[in-house]
Nanobody
């Protein structure tokens, strides 16, 4: 069983930057890919980015391309999300997720381990 613990959330102004971290523990060698999701008030949870643990390949939601960067430190079992030039529309609870199953890396049901979330609030 994987345990995922997010940190780094908080308040930031438009044009600033923030880095989220996710510490993974448990049988981390079985993870195929990890990702970040977010849920804004009144909206459904949506995928932000995915990274494949072995290849390091990445994929982003169109709304964050060029502004957010997902990365991983496999030696320390840590996932990151660098948020650059965020806008108020990026305000949400951000969740770290992981999967030890192949496939569906672009969908919420493709992840079977979840963190508790960290709140990000962007002000203009």
């Amino acid at each position: 069983v994987q345990q995922l613990v997010e940190s780094g959330g908080g308040s930031v102004e438009t044009g600033g930057s923030l880095r989220l971290s996710c510490a993974a523990s448990g049988n981390t060698d079985s993870i195929y890919y990890m990702g970040w999701f977010r849920r804004a008030p009144g909206k459904q949870r949506e995928r932000v980015a995915t990274i494949w643990r072995g290849s390091g390949n990445m994929d982003y939601h169109n709304s964050v391309k060029g502004r957010f960067a997902i990365s991983q430190d496999n030696a320390n079992n840590t996932l990151y999300l660098q948020m650059t030039n965020p806008t108020p529309e990026d305000t949400a609870m951000y969740y770290c997720a992981a999967s030890d199953r192949r496939g569906l890396a672009f969908m919420e049901r493709g992840f079977n381990y979840w963190g508790q979330g960290t709140q990000v609030t962007v002000s203009s």
